[in-house]
């Protein structure tokens, strides 16, 4: 194993693309992850989110682009990746016939720091049936089967693409409480995927909006609540936001605007400055993913503009 | 402890928790000196980001409300300063604020309004009876 620079970043993406044939479908996408940070990595179906996932593991080679998963490049050393890393897939097919126990020890002698009585542990705490075929577990319980097999070999980074997929809401609460306990509580970091927000919200520390192949927003969970709010003012001041503040979104609301802004403490400030009469609106998460992904900014015909719905 | 969390609200979950613990306090339901759960508990308990509730108890501790004790854990101070608890009524003012705003955009009148809000504290007045 590599020694490992307490400094260096979980992981690292550089301005990566990647084609399938025409189709572009990333573009340059940079991000970071902090090591010990819950990371959630956001955007629509399609918006390019396994297909990073699977580059991050080797799995798939970029175009271009430069990738550091624990300091290595998946692409050279896909084995020394994954052998330090768990990894939950998102529609994870494991033999059926097998029972839980079997493909426990099956999976053993793969990883040389597999720990056996931890996985064994973890099958308790998950509620895995140990001696129940695979193929006739719930949804729930495969999800936590799969967290098993991730956790077992202790390490240092766990990449999930979306867990909480099939889950129901009580599952999905005590998926996000071993998350926190056995993944958090440990200083791991987890990377993981997801469209449903509010069930980010609870416990990621960063967040990561993909759209058309780039991120186009990367904040703490609670900055970014703070930075992206609506304001509601008459049309005519629109150009009184201030130069720090950008547009997401707007919408036009009888004779005022309803304008989403990134920078919301400097748009406000500015707006005070000018003495401009205004209504701050605090949004939830859905609301500002919703803005940065399908917002619609028409400065000169406000009264045209329209919103399309999201599909999640 | 019983706190509610409310996924998907307009409202930071970090402000959520900050909010019904000094509600707690101030209502007398969490006393003086009385302990709370772990960081790690009431994270688990919750299913929230530890670092929210711990960040959620350094801001309840600077504003005097809780005092944290080395190796013993977070306990409700014996003190608690009235300006403290004067902070988080203003929020609460501010959120009356925005649903009286939210009431005049339904169309209903002042009187409505007030009348919802006393059927409001009736029924909690309800579930508070029923807990005890």
Redesign the interface.
């Known amino acids: 194993m590599n020694p490992i620079d307490k400094n260096m970043a979980a992981i690292d993406i550089q301005a990566v693309h990647k084609s399938f044939r025409q189709n572009e479908v990333l573009r340059g996408m940079s991000l970071r992850v902090e090591r010990g940070h819950t990371f959630a990595f956001l955007g629509r179906n399609g918006a390019g989110k396994t297909t990073t996932i699977q580059m991050l593991l080797g799995l798939l080679d970029r175009d271009e682009g430069s990738i550091r998963v624990l300091g290595l490049d998946p692409e050279k050393e896909p084995l020394a990746v994954r052998a330090q890393v768990g990894y939950l897939a998102e529609d994870q097919t494991m033999y059926g016939w097998m029972k839980c126990g079997d493909i426990l020890r099956f999976l053993a002698p793969f990883y040389p720091t597999w720990d056996h009585e931890l996985a064994l542990k973890y099958a308790k705490d998950f509620e895995v049936p140990l001696q129940q075929k695979i193929k006739h577990l719930s949804k729930g319980q495969n999800v936590r089967l799969g967290l098993v097999m991730a956790l077992a070999h202790r390490p240092e980074l766990v990449i999930l693409d979306d867990p909480a997929l099939g889950l129901d809401p009580i599952m999905r609460k005590q998926f996000n409480r071993d998350l926190i306990t056995h993944l958090q509580g440990e200083g791991r970091t987890v990377f993981y995927s997801s469209h449903l927000l509010y069930e980010v919200e609870p416990v990621a520390d960063v967040v990561a909006i993909l759209k058309e192949g780039k991120i186009v927003r990367q904040a703490a969970t609670e900055e970014l609540r703070r930075d992206v709010k609506q304001i509601f003012l008459p049309r005519e001041a629109m150009a009184m936001l201030g130069e720090e503040a950008s547009l997401l979104d707007t919408r036009p609301d009888g004779e005022e605007v309803a304008v989403t802004v990134e920078g919301a403490a400097g748009a406000i400030e500015a707006l005070r400055r000018e003495g401009v009469e205004h209504r701050v609106v605090d949004l939830n998460l859905d609301e500002i993913f919703e803005a940065y992904v399908t917002g619609k900014v028409d400065e000169g015909e406000i009264g045209k503009t329209e919103r399309i719905a999201i599909v999640t | 402890m019983l706190l509610r969390?409310e996924?998907?609200?307009?409202?930071?979950?970090?402000r959520q928790i900050t909010g019904q613990i000094a509600m707690l306090c101030a209502s007398g339901k969490l006393e003086p000196g009385e302990r709370l759960p772990s960081v790690?508990e009431l994270?688990?308990e919750?299913?929230?980001?530890?670092?929210?509730i711990l960040?959620v108890y350094e801001r309840l501790v600077s504003d005097g409300l809780l005092e944290m004790r080395h190796g013993q854990g977070t306990f409700v101070a014996k003190d608690a300063p009235e300006s403290s608890l004067a902070v988080h009524r203003e929020r609460l003012v501010e959120e009356l604020r925005q649903l009286a705003r939210q009431g005049i955009s339904l169309g209903l009148s002042a009187d409505q309004i007030h009348e919802l809000l006393a059927k409001a504290l009736e029924q909690l007045q309800k579930d508070v009876r029923c807990e005890i």
């Not at chain 2, 996924?7 to 970090?14: E, R, T, Y």
């Not at chain 2, 919750?46 to 929210?52: D, F, I, K, P, R």
């Open positions: 969390i996924k998907g609200s307009a409202v930071p979950i970090s790690r994270a688990r919750l299913a929230v980001n530890q670092n929210t960040r």
